[in-house]
């Protein structure tokens, strides 16, 4: 498709599950984001891919959240042992080598995932 | 501690009226600015930015907002609303060194009644 992508729209599980979030960025954009956004906040920066490479893991919250890009494009949010507390919608975003001039990241309509 | 204060959370206004949203921010440092928009039931999208030069910038849709340095500030204005500017607005900040690390307001709700 021609947008970022991002499987599934919405994840039910209970918690202490484990969840994958995917993304699928549009083709050829080098540069991958995961931000999250909880119900009435704007949304929270989690990670930064460049290439196959996490360039800024800095938002991650805590040892259970981790994220993978292996081969450079398609990336999967991992989160291990589910809380409560990590219901939120999971944006991922996508740039080419050109947004350091345009500024623009393309966002993807997001992954809301409810922990009960 | 680096935030994003939007001053609004919520607005109503009527078609043609005028629109203007405050942005403030605290951010150790030079920054890059950004108003995103995200209409109902669509993804987030960018509606105009500030990298360097002009303080007053023009995006998509009309809109403009005008960088001053001096009181923090990044207000998003636009003279005649109409209805389909029904949306989330956000406001982000981040570092020159790393454009994309965006940080967020908490966004304002903007309804345009007919």
């Known amino acids: 498709g021609a947008g970022v992508s991002q499987t599934p729209s919405n994840k039910v599980t209970e918690k202490g599950k484990y969840v994958e979030l995917r993304c699928d960025p549009i083709?050829?954009?080098?540069?991958l984001y995961w931000y999250r956004q909880s119900l009435g906040q704007g949304p929270e920066f989690l990670i930064y891919?460049?290439?196959?490479?996490?360039?800024?893991d800095s938002g991650l919250p805590n040892d259970r959240f981790f994220a993978v890009r292996p081969e450079g494009s398609v990336s999967t949010l991992k989160i291990q042992r589910t809380e409560r507390g990590d219901s939120a919608v999971y944006l991922c975003?996508?740039?080419?080598?050109?947004?350091?001039?345009?500024?623009?990241?393309?966002f993807g309509e997001g992954s809301r995932l409810t922990v009960l | 501690a680096q935030s994003v204060s939007q001053h609004n959370h919520h607005v109503i206004l009527s078609e043609a009226a005028s629109l203007e949203l405050g942005c403030n921010y605290s951010?150790?440092?030079?920054?890059?600015l950004f108003w995103y928009v995200q209409y109902p039931g669509q993804h987030l999208q960018l509606l105009l930015k500030?990298?360097?030069?002009?303080?007053l910038v023009k995006g998509i849709k009309g809109f403009e907002a005008e960088f001053i340095k001096s009181k923090f500030s990044f207000n998003l204005r636009k003279p005649s609303v109409q209805w389909s500017d029904t949306a989330e607005y956000f406001c982000?900040?981040?570092?020159?060194?790393?454009?994309?690390?965006?940080?967020f307001g908490a966004g304002t709700q903007v309804v345009v009644t007919p």
């Open positions: 975003a996508s740039s080419s080598l050109a947004g350091a001039n345009t500024g623009e990241l393309f």
């Open positions: 083709s050829g954009h080098t540069a």
């Open positions: 891919f460049q290439g196959t490479g996490a360039a800024d």
């Open positions: 951010y150790g440092g030079t920054v890059n």
């Open positions: 500030y990298f360097s030069g002009d303080p």
């Open positions: 982000a900040v981040s570092p020159t060194d790393s454009w994309g690390k965006l940080q």
